[in-house]
């Protein structure tokens, strides 16, 4: 409730609704990715110091909080967009084949993930005061927790894929079960 709140009602330096305007980006593919940054927690009228200790302290978890609270208040979008990723061909596909009554909602694996539906992903940011640690002060103590690191990229490799949602469909009816 905290998380929609703040969403809804923090107004940014100007006195525009800020999260308001970028939930309207998101909603018209403008941008892929909602920042919230904790010293705009830090200001906002309603959030305690025990909540941004909470949001420092195990940010994987509210990082899902404020993903659900985004997907409720996400608004129609208010400009057309092209549908030519191959990610909404297969969404506008699942939709519908939902709403011939493929899947009745009582089985959790024939429900879809909210993950699935996203088109947007969530971040949140460090405040800017706090001091940043090198990379080998940081311990399995930080685990789930955010911080801060300074340093310099030598080098980069690919990423190794992480299974957040895993879709099993059938071949021969097109079935789908999530895991």
């Known amino acids: ?17 800020k999260y308001q305007n970028i939930l309207q ?6 941008i892929r990715a909602a920042q ?7 200001h906002y009228k309603d959030v305690d110091e025990e909540f941004l200790q909470r949001v420092t302290e195990n940010t994987k978890r ?8 985004v997907d409720e208040l996400m608004p129609e979008p ?18 519908d084949e939902g709403a011939d009554g493929g899947a009745d909602g009582t089985d959790p694996l024939q429900r879809m ?22 990379l080998r002060q940081v311990k399995a103590s ?5 911080v801060k690191i300074s340093g310099i990229v030598t080098r980069c490799s690919d990423v190794k894929p992480l299974m957040q949602v895993a879709v099993y469909t059938c071949e021969e009816c097109g079935f789908e079960i999530y895991q």
């Open 113 to 134: 993930p909210p993950e699935i539906k996203r088109f947007f992903e969530v971040y949140i940011k460090a405040f800017s005061k706090v001091t940043p640690l090198t």
């Open 142 to 146: 930080h685990i789930g927790q955010l």
């Open 1 to 17: 409730a905290l998380a929609k709140d703040f969403l809804t009602n923090f107004a940014g330096p100007h006195g525009e609704p």
């Open 78 to 95: 208010t400009e057309a967009f092209a549908v030519d990723e191959d990610r909404d061909i297969l969404m506008t596909q699942r939709v």
């Open 25 to 30: 980006d998101i909603a018209n593919r403008k």
């Open 62 to 69: 509210y990082i899902g909080i404020f993903a659900e609270a």
């Open 36 to 42: 919230i940054e904790l010293d705009d927690l830090f």
